[in-house]
């Protein structure tokens, strides 16, 4: 199985700030990465995915970066809802796997 | 719009059998490209893959789970099922069903989750 190490795995942070979450593959996947962010209570929403796509409708802020096995989730001015939790997860090769999670928390 | 809907037990005893169904409306579970997948994620933790299922029934299983899983699709229905067999204490979580738009693409639609403890 492929793992998938995000780091860290919470950050304090205040609105307006840039925020960087890392994720690193056990080995190779291309581009095959996604981002979720995941709000309490609810399901899991695609912000990126192939490492760099931004899902039509999410906001320009959020970008992605990254081939091989590091790639780098940035939100470049932090809005109170971006409060929230974010995974990355790995679409190259089955068993499907996601990382641990990042919690980004108001400072 | 796609919606996905989860339904079944909440509550399963130990050693028995967990089964979900996943309704799909405002489309249909037989396009192309769409695989439909069970995802679950323990109270407070992370997600974990449990399996994909095609329209055509092709399966795609996590080997950690795979002597316990089956998933089946219903196109008459526009449903796929989860089954999960000889469930344990560590089964407990919140089971999503959810979609992706093509092979190695993530999952774009959501059901909203169903939460399934495994208690006596």
């Known amino acids: 199985d492929i793992q998938m190490t995000q780091s860290p795995s919470s950050v304090s942070a205040s609105v307006g700030d840039r925020v960087t979450i890392t994720c690193r593959a056990s080995?190779?996947?291309?581009?095959?990465l996604a981002w979720y962010q995941q709000k309490p209570g609810k399901a899991p929403k695609v912000l990126i995915y192939?490492?760099?796509s931004l899902l039509s409708g999410v906001p320009s802020r959020f970008s992605g970066s990254g081939s091989g096995t590091d790639f780098t989730l940035t939100i470049s001015s932090l809005q109170p809802e971006d409060f929230a939790t974010y995974f990355c997860?790995?679409?190259?090769?089955?068993?499907?796997?996601f990382g641990g999670g990042t919690k980004v928390e108001i400072k | 719009q796609l919606l996905l809907q989860e339904s079944g037990p909440g509550l399963v005893r130990p050693s028995e059998t967990l089964s979900l169904t996943c309704t799909v409306s405002g489309g249909s579970i037989s396009s192309r490209s769409y695989y439909w997948d069970w995802i679950r994620q323990p109270p407070g933790k992370g997600l974990e893959w449990i399996g994909s299922?095609?329209?055509?029934?092709?399966?795609y299983y996590n080997p950690s789970l795979k002597s316990r899983v089956t998933i089946s699709v219903d196109t008459s229905n526009n449903q796929f099922s989860l089954n999960l067999t000889a469930v344990t204490a560590a089964d407990t979580a919140l089971y999503y069903c959810?979609?992706?738009?093509?092979?190695?693409?993530?999952?774009?639609?959501w059901g909203q989750g169903a939460l399934v403890t495994v208690s006596s």
């Open positions: 192939t490492a760099t």
């Open positions: 080995q190779g996947i291309s581009s095959w």
């Open positions: 959810a979609k992706t738009w093509g092979w190695r693409r993530p999952y774009d639609y």
């Open positions: 299922v095609y329209y055509t029934g092709n399966t």
């Open positions: 997860q790995q679409t190259d090769s089955f068993p499907l796997t």
